[in-house]
């Protein structure tokens, strides 16, 4: 697409972005470095891809999260957050461990959806090891099934502040 | 007597106790004793070559049963030079050995063959005639085939270089003899003197000139006449690597530079032409060998062949200048000839010294199977590392001071009317600078894979420290390789004199190319760097304390773990992109077999990779032409087969023959 055609595209389809909503109360103990704008890695624990769904929603054009300082990033050695979605199956249990130990501190992690919370209806699933949170230490839970756009942005701007 | 007399008699006779202790003495002190009289027969020659350099003049004449002029050893400026570099390459590699020999190279044949080597190669540049110019030539010739197959019962790869290097070297024999031969027939005279009347334009001295030529560069180790240099180099041991790469290559740019200088001087332009050429096509094939090569001392070799083609290189744009009216560049690209020689010997000594002490500690070659050594050996990575950034032509080293000036003589040289030189300069620039890059690369290689990272083979993980001498003689050499980055001045004098160019003058710290207006301070570039890291490290230093350090428990491996350390980066893979670059000149072979699980074709079971570097040269011009000479060799053994009868049966014919042509 050329240039001239892509600002004529722009001119055209105007600003699809959501406004803004109110600014949420940020969390009280983010670490200093993170405060303002911070790098997200995912990782899928055992999602069934609902969040995954949403989550890219979160980071497209009509929430962008992006406006609030988060960003998703390749590598946890690039990543001051986690972002965790679904059950931890058995052998996402290891690798997990490895992708939060591997993300510089001081980190946050950040647990998306009612598996990541507490296993939703996998609860007791032959090759499901436990909830997030029992695997690795959680700071912010995302409830929902999935959770709608709007609530990941808003737990990703209780953590940037913005 | 004169002082250097005395210098070259000193020489004969500790090169001959040396040789004696080598032989008689009692097995314990043997090599001891050996290293250290050959240490003192490098000091000798040094200090000759410092005393011809300063002035000194002296004549030993050598009788001789042959019905011609007695041998003379009269060494020039010039020699005097060439004795210094292989004086001090001489002493380091000595007191190398001293810690280094053991095994099959502590053979006494072995031991007596390096104090001879190291007297030969000295009274090569000393000798004043053309008879005791090849004796001393043939001299280091053999000795070196000796120690080059020091290993030659336990590994048979030694023998295969043993055979390329003594047909190679005898080939230059044969060459320098006949060019020589026909100088001297033509004029009727031995003596350098009498050959250097023949007028450079006739028919003799062209075909001299070229016989001389190839025969030289056989010597130096330029293409195509570089085969046996990667071959013999991993052979020898590494002391004799160090002397014969940094010392005995050099004696064909000595050789090149006494038929250019000396014997012929002002002869027709294409004289220069092809020694540009020559050293152009060597020094970027030489280079470019050596990035991809993953043995260490085969891309050392290469890296010799890169460095002698520069000199010569610089050698021909001396000449060619000094003939198309720009004298004050040609002096300074002859000058930069010679510091390329004295950098190169004092850097190789370094990096084969290095390699060697590398090379017994891991009992690794291939670098591919090293890393990990900078920790376990402190001294030898620290020295090898000075030796690799004065390979790499970096500030601080003589290496740099030498590129400096070839440089500074190229640029100084453009004269846009001529129109030769207007096409050789700017080609020149071009291939120096396209080398400088690739050594850049290739030493980055060397020294890095070696030293950094985690130990890719056994042999690594448990290296030891090299034992004192060999720590001593490392140190030696990358003192002198920083030493003469940081105070060139003597050394350029020395050279000065050498090449007898009066336009540049020279104090201890600075270069001055006072013809072509260039000045060199090595001293403040050194603080210029120094002040550049430590504003560079302090504002690092503040940022970092702004920023509060974020640890990392865990080193990220992709969800997995990273232990096996085959996952880290190779020589191999390091060079792969450049080898893909030059693809159409390195021509790699390249094997990939993938053998699929049984029950799929879609899952893989393991992927095997090979690839393997030939010399395009060999593959191309000696295979065949070793292929041809063999069929010939095999139509003489029908000949020749051994039979008695048949032997009888041809003096018979012989006899008839005879009888019949007397009759006729």
Known sequence: MSLAKLIRLARRSGRIAEPAPERPEPLPDVPKPLRGSVQVRHVDAGSCNGCEIEIGAAFGPVYDAERYGARLVASPRHADVVMATGVVTRNMEEPLKRTVAATPRPRLVIAVGDCAKDCGVFRGAPGVVGSVGEVVEVDVEVPGCPPRPEQIVEALRRVTGR | ?664
């Open chain 2, 1 to 664: 007597m004169t002082a250097v007399e005395w210098g070259l008699a000193g020489q004969l006779a500790l090169a001959g106790l040396g040789v004696l202790a080598a032989l008689a003495a009692p097995a314990r002190a043997r090599v001891g004793l050996t290293g250290v009289l050959s240490a003192l027969v490098g000091v000798a020659g040094a200090v000759t070559g410092i005393v011809v350099l300063s002035g000194g003049q002296g004549r030993l004449s050598l009788s001789t049963s042959l019905p011609l002029d007695p041998m003379t050893l009269e060494p020039t400026a010039l020699g005097g030079f060439f004795m210094l570099v292989a004086g001090a390459v001489g002493v380091v590699a000595a007191v190398y050995s001293i810690g280094y020999v053991h095994g099959a190279a502590a053979a006494r044949p072995v031991l007596a063959a390096f104090p001879a080597f190291l007297a030969a190669m000295q009274l090569v540049p000393a000798a004043g005639d053309l008879l005791s110019f090849l004796a001393a030539w043939e001299l280091m010739a053999v000795a070196s085939t000796v120690l080059v197959l020091a290993e030659h019962a336990s590994r048979a790869e030694v023998r295969r270089a043993g055979l390329w290097y003594a047909g190679m070297t005898h080939l230059s024999f044969v060459l320098i003899l006949l060019g020589l031969a026909l100088l001297a027939a033509h004029q009727g005279g031995t003596s350098w003197a009498e050959l250097a009347t023949a007028d450079p334009d006739s028919a003799t001295a062209a075909a001299a000139y070229l016989l001389l030529v190839v025969g030289f560069a056989t010597k130096a180790g330029l293409v195509p006449f570089h085969v046996w240099l990667p071959r013999a180099h991993p052979a020898a041991p590494s002391h004799v690597s160090a002397a014969m790469s940094s010392a005995m290559v050099t004696m064909g740019v000595y050789g090149l530079l006494l038929v250019v200088v000396r014997l012929l001087p002002g002869g027709p332009t294409w004289f220069g032409v092809v020694l540009v050429a020559l050293g152009a096509v060597s020094a970027v094939y030489g280079i470019l060998q050596a990035s991809a090569a993953s043995d260490l001392k085969v891309l050392l070799g290469y890296s010799t062949t890169e460095n002698t083609g520069l000199m010569v290189l610089a050698a021909g744009i001396g000449l060619l200048l000094r003939e198309h009216g720009a004298p004050g560049a040609g002096d300074a690209a002859l000058l930069a000839c010679l510091l390329l020689v004295a950098s190169h010997a004092a850097f190789k000594t370094a990096l084969f010294l290095g390699a060697g002490a590398v090379l017994s500690a891991s009992g690794q070659r291939d670098l591919d199977r090293m890393g990990g050594l900078g920790m376990r050996m402190p001294v030898t990575a620290v020295t090898f590392g000075v030796g690799a950034l004065g390979a790499a032509a970096l500030p601080v080293t003589v290496g740099f001071v030498a590129e400096w000036t070839l440089l500074q003589s190229l640029i100084h040289g453009a004269r846009p009317g001529d129109r030769l030189i207007a096409v050789v300069m700017p080609v020149a620039v071009a291939v120096v600078a396209l080398t400088a890059g690739l050594a850049l690369l290739t030493f980055v290689k060397a020294a890095g894979i070696t030293f950094l990272a985690r130990p890719r083979s056994e042999g690594a993980a448990t290296a030891r420290e090299a034992p004192r001498p060999m720590q001593v003689a490392l140190v030696l050499a990358a003192a002198v390789v920083v030493g003469l980055g940081l105070l060139p001045g003597q050394l350029a004098t020395w050279a000065h004199a050498a090449v007898e160019a009066p336009s540049a003058v020279s104090d201890t710290t600075a270069i001055r190319l006072a013809r072509i207006d260039a000045v060199l301070v090595p001293l403040a570039v050194a603080t210029a760097l120094g002040l550049a890291v430590a504003l560079v490290a302090a504002l690092a230093s503040t940022a970092a304390r702004q920023a509060p350090r974020r640890a990392v428990d865990l080193a990220w491996g992709c969800g997995g773990v990273r232990s096996s350390a085959r996952m880290q980066y190779t020589a191999t893979s390091y060079a792969e992109p450049l080898v893909r670059v030059f693809d159409q000149a390195l021509r790699p072979q390249r094997d990939v077999e993938i053998s699929h699980r049984d029950e799929s074709r879609y899952l893989v079971e393991q992927v095997h990779f090979r690839q393997s570097l030939h010399d395009l040269v060999e593959a191309r011009v000696y295979d065949p032409l070793l292929g041809f000479v063999m069929r010939v060799g095999a139509v003489g053994r029908r000949i020749q087969n051994g039979s008695i009868h048949r032997y009888l049966g041809y003096s018979f014919a012989a006899l008839v023959l005879v009888l019949v042509v007397v009759s006729w």
